[in-house]
C-alpha cells in the first residue's frame, strides 16, 4: 500500500505562485508513477503532470512553462511549482501513486486563484 498526503493549497491572485507538496509513504519501491491532477467544480479530473520512477516529466499543454514537478527521495516527497497562476488553475489537487495493479490518491488540496 502507499500513502499520500498533499499540502500547500490556498488562496492566490491571478500571477502569483503556489508549492504544492506530497508526502509518500509505504510500499515507495513499488510506484511506477506519481502525478498531479486537478479537479475543477463540474469538471472531471485531468491530469496535470506526471513524473516516471526514472524521474522523466511530462506535463498538461495548458501548465507547460508554468508548474514544474520534482520529488526530493531523501524525503519522500514530490513537489507542484506553480507560477504564473490563472484563475482557470482553481481546482482541487490531488496527488496520486500509480504501481503496476492499482493507484492510490491523497485527500486533495484547495487551490483558488482569484483574477
Known amino acids: 500500500q502507499v500513502q499520500l498526503e498533499e499540502s500547500g493549497g490556498g488562496l492566490v491572485q491571478a500571477g502569483g505562485s503556489l508549492r504544492l507538496s506530497c508526502a509518500v509513504s509505504g510500499s515507495i519501491d513499488s510506484i511506477k508513477f506519481l502525478g498531479w491532477y486537478r479537479q475543477a467544480p463540474g469538471k472531471q479530473r485531468e491530469l496535470v503532470a506526471v513524473?516516471?520512477?526514472?524521474?522523466?516529466?511530462n506535463y498538461r499543454d495548458s501548465v507547460k512553462g508554468r508548474f514544474t514537478m520534482s520529488r526530493n527521495n531523501a524525503k519522500n516527497t514530490v513537489y507542484l511549482q506553480m507560477n504564473s497562476l490563472k484563475p482557470e488553475d482553481t481546482a482541487v489537487y490531488y496527488c496520486?501513486?500509480?504501481?503496476?495493479?492499482?493507484?492510490?490518491w491523497g485527500q486533495g488540496t484547495q487551490v483558488t486563484v482569484s483574477s
Open positions: 513524473m516516471t520512477s526514472g524521474g522523466n516529466t
Open positions: 496520486n501513486a500509480l504501481l503496476l495493479h492499482v493507484g492510490y
